[in-house]
């Protein structure tokens, strides 16, 4: 079972093999990013990674030690994506489905594997 993943996750990602010239850029910012959610910090971290797609908006990827997944509960949810995989995702308090994370990503994006996202329009604050 481990020889499956470390072999799927060597493939190229299909979305960089149709369209190459896509780009996702990924920055590692030296400062302090906070989510918050329902006047509770549910993440906060200087290692988290900042990743630009696109026109779609600016997200921070927390690191999962950064999270307060204590306080999260995993869905069975998931949506694919053909850059960066499968995500999967979770609930916090009363929002569901508001962070994600890629568990197995392609190889172009194996930076993220296990960092955690969030919708940021839901959260109290704007976290960039």
């Known amino acids: 079972m481990d020889t499956e993943t470390i072999s799927s ?13 896509y780009r996702i850029v990924l920055e590692r910012p030296e400062r302090e990013f906070i989510a918050t959610l329902q006047g509770e910090t549910i993440a906060r971290s200087n290692r988290a990674i900042i990743l630009r797609e696109g026109d779609y908006p600016t997200l921070v990827y927390f690191p999962p030690e950064d999270v307060r997944l204590d306080q ?13 995989g499968l995500a999967s995702y979770w609930s916090f308090g009363t929002e569901a489905n508001i962070a994600w994370s ?7 994006m194996l930076e993220i594997t296990g960092y955690v996202s969030f919708y940021v ?8």
């Open 9 to 21: 996750a060597a493939e190229p990602a299909p979305g960089f093999a149709k369209n190459p010239d």
């Open 72 to 84: 999260a509960t995993m869905t069975d949810k998931d949506t694919y994506c053909p850059y960066k």
């Open 102 to 108: 890629y568990e197995e990503p392609f190889k172009e």
């Open 121 to 128: 329009d839901r959260l109290d604050d704007p976290v960039i």
